[in-house]
């Protein structure tokens, strides 16, 4: 299992630097260079992630029928066609078909993808290699940015993305075509006369779940794209605002391990409410007492941050168990996927209005899915062994 964590946690660091974290970087040289603006290169980014999030279920589908060790190759693939066909792009047309690519190995080869595929293989017990994995992906930014930033500078944008589509050919390829190919055996449940209460309580247990993890990535998202201005309009000056913004990395590496040594015997549904109210607590921080609270909030923002990314992936897992987990994770994960997609815009929006405020926002939403999972963890019953 070791290998496995720290092969696949290298290829998922690659796959996130190389698509979620790559426009931040590169947008405005994408857009100089095209004569495009940049709100159009994050348009194009936008319908990525929304065709991600349509594909989501069917990536899954594919991951329970046929295995991680088939998908996440064909991820690596479309990966490194859509950034070759970015450092081609001549125009807004090519600009967003390179991302619709993107987006779809994005459905097929991020952490959704790669919790499926420990799920299928490991059964009940991923939740160790789940943590093991996005506690390796938490350099993700920490290494993208300064990378592509480096190669942009030095090469140029487009010999950056032809760096990352090599990366995933020459690095990624490899590692996911070796992935493990067994796959836990789990047990059928037998027909019972609660059959359909059953279902509802299922219906019931995945709404409340999707809710959650699209409150989580909406906040995530618009702090990952606002921060350094959220700061800013609580007071702090721009150099102070960046150096407490690059707190979140470190603080999302931290907290996943600390989940990974000291709290996988507590229950994900535990872990995760006390994430859901890490936003809202360093939020009430920060408008309490101003840009002094600046590097607490992201910090315990951070943290907050790291832990629930490890509860997209082991909540379902605890709650439902393995069989039929990859659809029922790219099902959970479309509601977040399309907030994800519109977050910047409608967090910038709700910023220009009603300024540090607009943080009462994503903290109601943390407040509301501590709340929901209080309630989900008395509905749930004992977790599903498979």
Avoid at 297 to 310: D, E, P, S
């Amino acid at each position: 299992m070791a290998y496995v964590i720290a092969s696949l946690g290298s290829a998922q660091t690659i796959a996130w630097a190389s698509s979620y974290y790559l426009p931040a970087v590169i947008a405005n040289s994408i857009a100089a260079d095209l004569g495009v603006s940049t709100a159009w290169v994050f348009v194009a980014f936008s319908v990525g992630l929304l065709l991600c999030g349509f594909a989501g279920p069917l990536a899954g589908r594919l991951i329970d029928v046929h295995g991680g060790h088939r998908v996440l190759p064909a991820s690596s693939v479309l990966f490194a066609t859509g950034l070759a066909s970015l450092a081609l792009a001549a125009g807004p047309v090519s600009l967003v078909a390179s991302w619709l690519v993107i987006g779809l190995a994005m459905a097929c080869g991020l952490y959704e993808a790669a919790f499926s595929t420990l799920a299928r293989v490991y059964g009940h017990e991923a939740r160790r290699s789940i943590t093991g994995i996005t506690l390796i992906a938490g350099f993700a930014s920490t290494i993208g940015w300064p990378l592509t930033a480096w190669l942009d500078v030095s090469f140029g944008w487009r010999s950056a993305c032809f760096f990352w589509a090599a990366a995933h050919l020459l690095i990624c390829l490899p590692i996911n075509l070796a992935l493990p190919r067994r796959k836990r055996e789990v047990a059928r449940p037998s027909p019972e006369p609660a059959h359909v209460q059953a279902d509802a309580r299922s219906r019931w247990m995945m709404a409340a779940l999707a809710f959650v993890f699209a409150g989580a990535w909406f906040s995530s998202t618009s702090m990952a794209a606002h921060l350094p201005r959220v700061l800013q309009e609580a007071g702090a000056t721009l150099p102070a605002a960046i150096a407490a913004a690059a707190l979140v990395g470190p603080a999302q590496v931290a907290a996943r391990a600390f989940e990974f040594w000291f709290m996988r015997r507590i229950q994900p549904v535990t872990s995760a409410q006390v994430a859901c109210l890490a936003h809202p607590v360093g939020a009430g921080i920060l408008l309490a007492v101003g840009a002094p609270g600046a590097p607490v909030f992201t910090a315990v923002h951070g943290a907050g941050n790291g832990v629930i990314t490890i509860a997209n992936g082991t909540l379902p897992l605890h709650l439902f168990g393995s069989a039929g987990y990859g659809v029922r994770q790219g099902v959970l994960m479309m509601p977040a996927r399309f907030l994800q997609a519109g977050a910047p815009f409608l967090f910038d929006i709700l910023l220009s209005r009603f300024g540090i405020a607009a943080l009462t926002v994503t903290g109601a939403l943390g407040v509301a899915s501590f709340l929901i999972l209080g309630l989900l963890r008395s509905h749930a019953g004992p977790p599903v062994k498979s």
